[in-house]
């Protein structure tokens, strides 16, 4: 089954370097979005892209964060100058369009900021 | 206000139960989805079941069901027969306006323990 793939799957970083986080997703799906989840909280909503353009982000998604689709298959979160804050596991998705659609999420890449 | 809401933080069950997740969400749209996932230890997020606004039946996935009560609001997963690899997180979703590709909001999660 296809299925959402992201690296690395662990990334250290010092505070202030800035950071790629890369996910590949279903070759047929139209819509990406990342979430990151700080540890043992909630699934927050970063972004959504569709159409080569964000459709959607959240207050979170400061100017520290851009978003890239620099070909047809990879989709790219930039953290420009990363903040002890920014520890999290972030999760790349895409879905299809269509009711009931489930968004497929990658095993996500555990960014620690020191 | 919450978009989704889960009241239980941490859940038991002993192995071979049924056990039942509570998940309430707020809307005021007419066309959404409600989706669960099961996140375990290894950190994946897995899509479990999902609930159309506008289906008539409860969703049901092998041992999951989704117990929708349109009036109140609610849609609690509803894990028949638990197995030890049940535990983990599970989360309750939402997302509105389906003919387009909103985002997911998710609650706070619910953490379920099988006891052996």
């Known amino acids: 089954e296809p299925e959402v793939t992201q690296t690395p799957s662990h990334q250290v970083t010092q505070m202030g370097q800035e950071v790629i986080l890369r996910c590949v997703p279903i070759?047929?799906?139209?819509?990406f979005y990342w979430y990151r989840q700080i540890l043992g909280q909630k699934v927050e909503f970063l972004v959504s892209f569709y159409n080569n353009e964000i459709s959607e982000k959240s207050e979170i998604f400061d100017d520290q964060f851009s978003v890239e689709r620099p070909d047809g298959s990879n989709f790219t979160l930039k953290i420009r100058s990363t903040k002890l804050e920014d520890s999290a596991m972030y999760f790349c998705?895409?879905?299809?369009?269509?009711?009931?659609?489930?968004?497929?999420f990658g095993n996500g890449t555990r960014l620690t900021v020191t | 206000a919450q978009k989704i809401t889960q009241t239980q933080p941490g859940m038991f069950v002993q192995e071979k139960e049924a056990v039942t997740l509570d998940c309430t969400y707020d809307t005021s749209d007419q066309s959404y989805g409600l989706f669960w996932y099961k996140q375990p230890s290894s950190g994946e997020m897995i899509f479990l079941i999902y609930?159309?606004?506008?289906?008539?039946q409860n969703a049901t996935e092998g041992r999951y069901s989704l117990n929708f009560q349109k009036a109140r609001k609610s849609a609690n997963l509803v894990i028949s027969a638990s197995q030890l690899g049940d535990s983990a997180m599970y989360f309750c979703?939402?997302?509105?306006?389906?003919?387009?590709?909103?985002?997911?909001?998710f609650g706070t999660g619910t953490r379920l323990t099988v006891i052996p």
């Open positions: 070759s047929n799906h139209l819509y």
């Open positions: 609930q159309g606004s506008y289906d008539e």
């Open positions: 998705a895409s879905t299809t369009p269509g009711a009931g659609s489930p968004l497929h």
């Open positions: 979703a939402m997302r509105e306006a389906l003919l387009g590709a909103n985002n997911l909001f």
